[in-house]
Structure formats: C-alpha cells, structure tokens
C-alpha cells in the first residue's frame, strides 16, 4: 500500500451564504457543489460560482454528461444542469445514511457513511448491483482511469483512498493536513481531485499521485 501526504494545489471559499460544502462532480468546465437547499457550479479558473439551482442538496453529486445526480435525504434526483428542473427520482439505498456519489460505468455509485461500503446501483431503479466493504467512514466517492478512489472522515481524520473494486482493498492512501476533512470527492480526469470540505465551507484540489497510477 502506497501512503503519501496530499499535496493541496488550490483551495476555493470559503462562499457567501453557503456553511457547509457536501458532494462535488465536475462536468469537464465547472465544479458543481451541494450545499444543502442548493447547487453551485464553480469555475476552477476563477475560483467564482457562477450559478445555482434551487434543489436540495444534501450529500454527494455526480454527472453523467448530460444529467446531474444528486443525494437529497432518503432519495437520488436527476436534474437538468440547464434549468434545475429534477427529472427523475430514486430511493437512495442508505435511506438518508448516503455520503458520496458518482457515475462510471452507466451506473451510480453511492458512498454509505456509517456503514462503511459503496454500493453500485442501477440509475432507473436504485437497485443495488454490488457492494464493497471499507473499514472506515465512506464519504466521497469517484472513479478516474478505471481506479476506484473515496473520501473518509474520521474522528478529525481525513484520507483519499484507491481501493480495488473487486476486493475492497487498500492500495493507495492520501492523507489529508489536519482540519482538512474530506465530505465529497471528483476527480477532473486528469491530476486533479477536487474535495468537498464539509462545514469549513471551502473546496480544496488535490494532486493524484502519479504511483497510484502505475501500481497495478
């Protein structure tokens, strides 16, 4: 297992009017972040929202191209990025204990906090297709170049963590400064990812390393 200290390239926030940031997803231009009884989109460059969507947004956010997805309580919408309207609804599989959330594969993957797993569900039913055990509090959640990475949150302690889909093992760790904690999680596909940073209000990128990368 490969461990290392996060390197935090940038931070943005913390926003007005905005207390806690919760999930995070990025559509290729904007990071867009919940923030309880809305969702912003950010423009990295800048580091300015540039607009908001009156939906709840309570927990993770994900994108899938066209549609973004996002935890509200017991429940997943589907909301189009251009007019806010939701479009579609599924129950959340934690019923409410939903962290992280993301899209790969045609499907969604949820972080479950409390219970420590990621769950792969359909996006038309909530069905559940998979489930993979982690030893610690699941926040975010996000896939890049086929690596499956999540957020944890405990006892004041953050890490970003690669973890082989199949097993659920370890096999990368981030460990985040203190005080840094991480509440949603999306890679920009690249050497990004940007974190979500609870009630500091703020979000903060952080390098991918580039062993996590090579070690197959």
Not at 167 to 186: K, N, Y
Request: negative net charge.
């Amino acid at each position: 297992m490969n461990r290392s200290a996060a390197e935090i390239i940038q931070e943005y926030g913390p926003f007005p009017g905005i207390e806690d940031v919760h999930g995070v997803t990025f559509d290729g231009q904007h990071i867009w972040f919940a923030s309880g009884d809305k969702v912003s989109a950010l423009d990295p460059a800048s580091g300015k929202t540039v607009r908001s969507l009156d939906v709840a947004g309570h927990a993770g956010t994900a994108f899938d191209g066209r549609h973004l997805f996002q935890l509200a309580e017991e429940r997943i919408q589907k909301i189009d990025p251009e007019t806010g309207r939701v479009l579609a609804t599924i129950p959340a599989p934690g019923g409410g204990g939903d962290s992280g959330l993301a899209w790969a594969e045609g499907t969604l993957w949820v972080g479950q906090y409390r219970d420590r797993k990621i769950l792969q569900i359909d996006p038309e039913t909530g069905a559940i297709l998979r489930t993979i055990s982690s030893d610690r509090f699941v926040t975010g959640v996000t896939w890049v170049d086929g690596e499956l990475w999540h957020g944890i949150w405990e006892n004041d302690e953050s890490e970003l963590r690669r973890i082989d889909p199949r097993t659920g093992e370890t096999l990368d760790v981030i460990e985040m400064p203190s005080g840094a904690g991480v509440s949603g999680l999306e890679s920009d596909g690249g050497d990004r990812f940007f974190c979500g940073g609870g009630n500091s209000g703020k979000l903060r990128a952080v390098r991918r390393p580039r062993q996590g990368s090579a070690a197959k």
